[in-house]
């Protein structure tokens, strides 16, 4: 079992920045691709963000690309998302989730083969 409980969110201005972070417990965390979805009212969850087990390799939504930094500390078994220059669009419950088997990439294309889910934080971005 892996326990994920991701914190940082909040109200910002359009403009502005947040960090979320998602700490794990439970089973070994490097054995895990990581990543954050998210789900804006009335939508289907995306994909915004993933990272490797060691962290080298990202990958991330258009939507998001040049905005976000997704990054992990192996050592304090944690992953954060850096958002930069938030827009309303960007309103969303967050999601962390973790993957045994799956690379950043195929993490974003298969939601349904994630392990594990965090609870979510709300971000809200006001215009």
């Known amino acids: 079992q892996v326990q994920l409980v991701e914190s940082g969110g909040g109200l910002v201005q359009a403009g502005g920045s947040l960090r979320l972070s998602c700490a794990a417990s439970?089973?070994?965390?490097?054995?895990?691709?990581m990543g954050w979805f998210r789900q804006a009212p009335g939508k289907e969850r995306e994909f915004v963000a993933a990272t490797s087990r060691s962290g080298a390799s990202t990958y991330y939504a258009d939507s998001v690309k040049g905005r976000f930094t997704v990054s992990r500390d192996n050592a304090k078994n944690t992953m954060s998302l850096q958002m930069n220059s938030l827009k309303p669009e960007d309103t969303a419950v967050y999601y962390c989730?973790?993957?045994?088997?799956?690379?950043?990439?195929?993490?974003?294309?298969?939601?349904?083969?994630?392990?594990?889910w965090g609870k979510g934080t709300l971000v809200t971005v006001s215009s």
């Open positions: 989730a973790s993957a045994v088997g799956l690379g950043p990439t195929t993490m974003s294309k298969n939601s349904e083969a994630i392990d594990y």
């Open positions: 439970g089973r070994t965390f490097s054995n895990y691709a």
